[in-house]
C-alpha cells in the first residue's frame, strides 16, 4: 500500500480514514511511542546517551517539524498517544471543557513554557533523571486529564507547554493530514486547533485569558528564545543569585521583544496583524536554529553545551554561517512569504 494511500490529505467533511489506514497510523504512533520509552528509560539508566537522544536530536528537529507539517507531530506525539488512551478505550468521562476553564489552562501553557525551559540550564540539560522526572510529570498530568475531558481538550489543546509553540510555528502547515486519533469531533475545544486553517495563537479572544496567552507566545519568544542561548548550562547551583541568573537573558529578551510587537501591533489591523504575527513566528524559529544548529556541531557559544557532533575541525565557520542564513531565509519564506494555503493541520 503506498504512503498517499496511507495518508490521504484529501477528505470530504465527514469521512473516515479505512482500517487499513488506521491500522498503519496505529503503528506508527506505537513505534513513536515505544521510542519515547527508549528514550525515557536511557535518561534514566543512561544519563549521556538520554540527555544526547532527548536534547540534542529530538528536540532539535521538532521546532522545524511544527513549521511544516505539525499535524504529523499532533498524530504521532507519544505523550498525546498516552494523553488520549482512557479516550481510546472508552475511560474518560468525556466532559466538555468549558471555554474559560480551556482558556486559563493555556494561559499557564505559556507561562509552563517560559518557566521550565530555562531550567533546562540549571538542571535538565545535564541532568537526565531529572529530564525523565519533568516528562513523566508531563505524562502523569496528561494521562489523568484524559480520564476526565473529551479527547485533546484536557492536555494536548490546552496544558501541554508545547501547544502554544504549535500555534505560533504551525500557521502555514504544507498539508491536512487525516485525524488519525479524533473519530469524529465532539467539539471539545472551541476553535479546535486541529481543524481550524492557519491557525495562530490570537486568533481566539473569546476571554482575557485568551488575549494574554496569545500576546505572550507572539510577542515574547522570540526574544525568550535569543536570550536563552546567551546563558550558558550550569552543572552546579549553589545559591539562589546563580539560579535566578539562567532567568536574566530569557526573561529581559522576552520583555524586549513583547514591548516591539506592542508597539507595531497598535499599527497594524487587519491582514497586516496577521502578517505581524508571521514574522514574529519566523523569527522566533530562525532564532533558535541561528544557535542551535552552530552547537550542534561544536561552532556553540558556549563550548560543549548542546554539542551533538564536534565538527569544528572538519567545517569551516563560513558555511555553518551559511547554512544559518539559508535556514532563517527558508523560514521566513515557509511562514511569510508563502501564501496562506488555508489548510488545517488535521481534517
Given at each position: ?17 479505512s ?13 513513536v ?57 472508552n ?36 541532568n ?93 519568544l ?10 550558558p548550562?550550569e552543572?552546579?547551583?549553589?545559591n539562589?543569585s ?17 514591548f516591539?510587537?506592542w ?13 505581524l ?16 544548529i ?29 547554512i ?24
Amino acid at each position: 500500500m503506498s504512503i498517499a494511500a496511507a495518508f490521504p490529505v484529501k477528505q470530504k467533511s465527514g469521512d473516515q480514514l479505512s482500517p487499513r489506514s488506521i491500522k498503519i497510523w496505529r503503528l506508527v504512533q506505537t513505534a513513536v511511542w515505544l521510542v519515547g520509552v527508549v528514550i525515557f528509560a536511557a535518561l534514566l539508566f543512561y544519563p549521556s546517551l538520554g540527555i544526547l537522544l532527548f536534547w540534542n536530536i529530538l528536540i532539535p528537529i521538532a521546532p522545524a517539524l511544527l513549521v511544516i507539517s505539525v499535524g504529523l507531530w499532533r498524530n504521532v506525539c507519544p505523550l498525546a498517544t498516552t494523553n488520549l488512551l482512557p479516550r481510546h478505550f472508552n475511560l474518560s468521562k468525556r466532559k466538555i471543557m468549558p471555554v474559560t476553564l480551556q482558556a486559563k489552562l493555556s494561559l499557564i501553557a505559556v507561562i509552563a513554557l517560559y518557566l521550565i525551559v530555562p531550567l533546562r540550564h540549571a538542571l535538565f540539560n545535564t541532568n537526565g533523571p531529572a529530564t525523565a522526572l519533568l516528562l513523566f510529570s508531563c505524562v502523569s498530568v496528561g494521562f489523568t486529564m484524559g480520564f476526565i475531558y473529551d479527547w485533546k481538550s484536557g492536555w494536548c489543546s490546552s496544558l501541554c507547554p508545547i501547544h502554544p509553540v504549535e500555534k505560533l510555528y504551525g500557521g502555514n502547515t504544507i498539508a491536512s493530514l487525516p485525524n488519525a486519533h479524533c473519530g469524529q469531533c465532539a467539539r471539545c475545544s472551541v476553535p479546535c486547533p486541529d481543524s481550524t486553517p492557519n491557525l495562530h495563537p490570537d486568533i481566539s479572544q473569546k476571554t482575557i485569558y485568551h488575549k494574554i496567552s496569545g500576546f505572550l507566545t507572539i510577542g515574547g519568544l522570540p526574544g525568550f528564545i535569543w536570550g536563552w542561548f546567551h546563558v550558558p548550562d550550569e552543572t552546579r547551583i549553589t545559591n539562589l543569585s546563580s539560579f535566578i541568573e539562567v532567568y536574566t537573558f530569557p526573561i529581559a529578551g522576552l520583555l524586549v521583544s513583547l514591548f516591539i510587537y506592542w508597539v507595531l501591533k497598535l499599527f497594524l489591523k487587519g491582514n497586516n496583524e496577521r502578517i505581524l504575527i508571521s514574522i514574529f513566528a519566523a523569527s522566533a524559529v530562525s532564532f533558535y536554529y541561528w544557535f542551535r544548529i552552530p552547537a550542534l556541531l561544536g561552532f556553540g557559544k558556549f563550548s560543549n553545551d548542546g554539542l551533538l557532533i564536534n565538527l569544528s575541525n572538519v567545517l569551516s565557520e563560513t558555511l555553518i554561517t551559511t547554512i544559518c542564513i539559508a535556514t532563517t531565509v527558508f523560514f521566513f519564506w515557509w511562514l511569510v512569504g508563502r501564501k496562506p494555503n488555508q489548510a488545517s493541520w488535521i481534517i
